[in-house]
């Protein structure tokens, strides 16, 4: 079994800021330069919004925040739109100079709690701005996926842009009526997808009814799947694939679960991997969905991947 050692809660929001009111979830690395990671999240106002803010640590000292955004990343669109009640970081990907930056859009639902699809924002210039691919999502709801959509994870291999990302099967009035996996896409340029109702993971365990935010890490001999699940309350899992699309869970090797008190003591969830110095890292987010903020996690032995 992989076993991760808590590093500490890294950061959660002081109220201080409107836009930033409360909630720092779905934590993101980015690497700087040495150990400086820029660490994007998502954060919540007054009218339970999401925005997408930062703040920069080093590895070194990761309690101690050099720097925190002054404004938002990425803020709610405009009214009407698909993500104008809020927008919640799925991935950051780089290929050659461009980022995107792939989001679930947020928009509320009378009939259900919200009813919500996937947006990209891209920035290509040096040191720019994060702009709107579009106004609207560039997976959007269909036949395939006709419910609600959720953070996307996305990689670019062999000219290939891959999507793991979260759809609802069956929905209802209550959370607890869905039944939400994970499954997969592809493109040829990252923003026109092809989904083909390929569900890569689907709920196993008793209570399970939610399966979401993947983060996806292709080590030499295999793909690994980092991600969460919800029954009375969210828990890390992961899984392996040989290809990428088919997948086998292994329950018990998430070596990660909640602590016995604290900030992270009653959930754990939106795990993001990532890998610097010879070492493997783990960000996630605690109790109330990010609202106690989020903590960092190192692997105890990084022989244990195999």
Do not use: Q
């Not at 983060?215 to 990428?244: F, H, K, Q």
């Amino acid at each position: 079994m992989k076993r991760w050692r808590k590093l500490g809660r890294i950061f959660v929001p002081d109220g201080s800021k409107p836009w930033m009111s409360a909630y720092a979830a779905n934590p993101v690395a980015e690497h700087l330069s040495g150990d400086r990671f820029r660490i994007y999240f998502s954060s919540r106002d007054a009218r339970n919004r999401s925005s997408i803010a930062f703040v920069e640590i080093a590895l070194s000292d990761p309690a101690t925040i050099l720097r925190e955004a002054e404004t938002p990343v990425l803020e709610p669109g405009e009214p009407s739109t698909f993500d104008d009640a809020g927008v919640s970081i799925g991935c950051l990907l780089r290929v050659g100079s461009v980022r995107y930056l792939y989001y679930m859009g947020w928009h509320l639902d009378t009939t259900v709690p919200w009813r919500n699809t996937i947006g990209l924002a891209i920035e290509d210039e040096p040191n720019g701005t994060f702009r709107r691919s579009s106004t609207l999502p560039v997976v959007p709801l269909s036949r395939t996926d006709p419910h609600t959509l959720s953070y996307p994870w996305v990689r670019h291999e062999s000219g290939t842009f891959r999507m793991w990302y979260g759809s609802s099967t069956e929905w209802g009035p209550r959370k607890t009526h869905m039944r939400h996996v994970i499954k997969y896409a592809e493109s040829a340029d990252g923003i026109a997808w092809e989904t083909r109702d390929l569900v890569a993971i689907d709920a196993e365990e008793p209570g399970e009814y939610a399966i979401c935010r993947p983060c996806v890490l292709a080590d030499a001999d295999r793909y690994r799947m980092w991600y969460c699940s919800r029954g009375p309350a969210y828990r890390i899992r992961y899984a392996e694939s040989v290809d990428g699309i088919v997948w086998i869970r292994r329950i018990d090797w998430a070596g990660l679960t909640v602590s016995a008190e604290g900030w992270d003591s009653e959930m754990i969830e939106y795990p993001y991997v990532f890998d610097h110095g010879g070492r493997r890292y783990l960000l996630y987010a605690g109790n109330g969905y990010g609202r106690t903020g989020f903590g960092l996690a190192i692997l105890e032995d990084t022989h244990a991947l195999t």
